[in-house]
C-alpha cells in the first residue's frame, strides 16, 4: 500500500520486503504446525498438574497452620 501512494523505489522495495517478510510467517508456521500442535496438546495437562500441585500445598500449609510444632528435645 506504502508503495502504491507514495510510488516510488524506495516504497516500492519497502513493501516488497513486507510481503517476502509475511510470506516466510507462513513458511515458518506451516513448517513447525505439528510442534505448534504439540505444544497445544501439552498445555492443558502442564495446566491440570499445576493445579494439583497448587491443591497440595494449599492442604499442606493448612495443616501446618492448624497444627503445632512439635517440640523436638536434644538428648
Known amino acids: 500500500m506504502l508503495s502504491a501512494i ?10 516488497v520486503r513486507i ?12 513448517d513447525n504446525a505439528s510442534m505448534f500442535e504439540q505444544i497445544r496438546a501439552v498445555e492443558p495437562r502442564q495446566l491440570e498438574r499445576q493445579r494439583t500441585t497448587d491443591e497440595r500445598l494449599e492442604h499442606a500449609f493448612d495443616y501446618m497452620e492448624t497444627h503445632d510444632t512439635p517440640i523436638r528435645r536434644v538428648p
Open 19 to 30: 510481503m517476502r517478510a509475511f510470506v516466510e510467517m507462513r513458511h515458518f508456521a506451516a
Open 6 to 15: 507514495l510510488r516510488s523505489q524506495v516504497a516500492i522495495d519497502a513493501s
